[in-house]
């Protein structure tokens, strides 16, 4: 379901950006689950160029029962540019939610002005898809832009508004990083390296998808693969408290 948005974002990745590979960590690149009721599978692909230190993004496809689409894009720590967060959820025909946005790493004004409010225009293009639904488990103050998308639709809106609304982030997104000037001193790379620090951390603990993963492949790969793969500058907390 989600395919025609992984191959358009590899595709212009290619277009734009040297791409070298980044490991991913052994036995977390693909994994197959046969524990649910249908069948599942797990990839993920991961890259860094001179302009982003880690571009991930991993598919979920779970036959009929689940189509997941997520990645995240991070700058290298002497652009201050949001980062690119994608997260496409389907779980049967029913359940559709789309989320995707500029995530900001900081929160005055300014920043916003800058990074932001560009997007303004986008969200307003795709105003069904911005339907300002609650967050349950993640602070929307927080690394949430007020421009996201955030939606649950239906399977024709994802193929149709969605793929185009997806298409016209990423170009914004390009141009963004393309325009972005490097920062020139240590301390602003700093901020901006903690800030990204911060946002795994954040993520790791927060991130809803922990007991999927572990449904389907256990809660010794679901943890690895958080703290390793998505989210490998976060602390497991057990460890944090020694
Ligand atoms: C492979 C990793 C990965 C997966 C599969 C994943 C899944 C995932 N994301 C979710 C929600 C969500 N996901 C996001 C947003 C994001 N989440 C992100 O990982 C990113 C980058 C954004 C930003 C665009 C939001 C805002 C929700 C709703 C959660 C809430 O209500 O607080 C949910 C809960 C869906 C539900 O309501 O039942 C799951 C299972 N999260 C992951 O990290």
Request: charged content about 25%; aromatic content about 16%.
């Amino acid at each position: 379901m989600y395919r025609p948005f992984l191959e358009h974002l590899e595709t212009s990745l290619k277009e734009r950006f040297e791409l070298q590979p980044r490991a991913i960590p052994e036995g977390l690149e693909c994994q197959l689950s046969e524990r649910g009721r249908n069948p599942a599978s797990i990839q993920s692909w991961c890259y860094q160029s001179p302009e982003l230190r880690k571009i991930r993004y991993t598919y979920i496809d779970g036959g009929k029962g689940a189509q997941i689409f997520n990645g995240v894009l991070y700058p290298n720590h002497c652009y201050d540019v949001p980062l690119l967060g994608i997260d496409f959820l389907s779980f049967g025909k029913v359940k559709n939610l789309i989320v995707l946005d500029f995530q900001p790493l900081f929160q005055d004004e300014a920043y916003e002005a800058k990074y932001l409010m560009p997007l303004k225009e986008l969200r307003d293009n795709y105003a069904e898809l911005a339907q300002g639904l609650e967050m349950k488990f993640y602070d929307a103050n927080q690394y949430f832009s007020k421009y996201l998308l955030f939606a649950k639709t239906d399977t024709e809106t994802v193929s149709t508004r969605v793929l185009a609304a997806f298409k016209d982030y990423l170009d914004l997104y390009w141009r963004i990083l393309a325009d972005a000037e490097p920062l020139t001193t240590d301390v602003e790379v700093a901020r901006v390296k903690q800030a990204q620090i911060d946002y795994d951390q954040y993520s790791a603990e927060r991130d809803p998808a922990h007991g999927l993963f572990t449904s389907y492949f256990g809660s010794e790969w679901a943890d690895r693969f958080l703290y390793e793969f998505l989210f490998e500058d976060a602390v497991p907390l057990a460890v944090q408290a020694h």
